[in-house]
């Protein structure tokens, strides 16, 4: 069964520090990984996503993931972060090999605090 | 505009009580599926339909049930068999058949038995 771990309850930052949030996942075979964020009292929206091919996704609002095998890791990141990123993420994967259901394991996510 | 829409956003419900969640999407997607949020415990997956008048159970699913009659309808209805029902429900869709695509989410609905 595919899983993803994410270590960190809450991750302080100064506005204009760098943003990384981490994921370690499980699967059986290759996976698809995403990444979503969600305000207060408001439903998810999906930042970014890896498939295939480049190892360093781009995605929405400045954000980027690095997909690493060796350490099944897909850990999120920003260069500078800003206090309208305060808010909690989720990373979530499904294996390729799976049911063509579109079925995701979430994270228990992380709350992302920027401190001005 | 395209998206899922959820109704109520709030809603609140005696013990006992049945209570019925809309999800209604205009995106022509064929999967949708309801999600539960508690406090530190991430999404946990109700229920989820691949297609009209099919619909599988996911891994919380006692104290639910759903219907898909329609593409565009996907409502959730939480029993009175659900024996901590208070949380913050999502509903999500998803093209049918793509593995590699992403969910889109509705606003949420949250629900408190009092």
């Known amino acids: 069964a595919q899983s993803v771990a994410q270590p960190e309850d809450q991750v302080n930052v100064a506005e204009g520090n760098p943003l990384t949030v981490k994921c370690t996942y499980s699967v059986s075979g290759n996976p698809y990984l995403f990444w979503y964020v969600q305000y207060p009292n408001r439903g998810l929206q999906f930042l970014l996503k890896?498939?295939?091919?480049?190892?360093l996704v781009k995605g929405s609002y400045g954000f980027e993931a690095e997909f690493n095998k060796s350490q099944t890791s897909f850990h999120l990141k920003k260069p500078s972060a800003l206090v309208s990123d305060s808010a909690l993420y989720f990373c979530?994967?499904?294996?390729?090999?799976?049911?063509?259901?579109?079925?995701?394991?979430f994270g228990k996510g992380n709350q992302v605090v920027v401190i001005p | 505009d395209g998206g899922i829409t959820q109704s109520p956003k709030y809603l609140f419900r005696k013990e006992g009580q049945n209570v019925t969640l809309s999800c209604e999407q205009n995106?022509?997607?064929?999967?949708m599926y309801w999600y539960r949020q508690d406090p530190g415990q991430g999404l946990r997956l109700i229920y989820y339909?691949?297609?009209?008048?099919?619909?599988q159970k996911g891994d919380i699913a006692e104290g639910y049930s759903v219907s898909r009659e329609k593409k565009e309808s996907f409502p959730l209805t939480v029993t009175s068999a659900q024996k901590n029902p208070t949380a913050f429900y999502l509903c999500a869709s998803s093209q049918g058949g793509g593995n590699t695509g992403e969910l889109f989410f509705g606003e949420g609905s949250r629900l408190t038995v009092l």
């Open positions: 339909s691949q297609i009209v008048n099919d619909f």
């Open positions: 890896y498939i295939t091919g480049d190892n």
């Open positions: 995106l022509n997607h064929d999967a």
């Open positions: 979530a994967v499904r294996d390729r090999k799976g049911y063509g259901n579109n079925r995701l394991a």
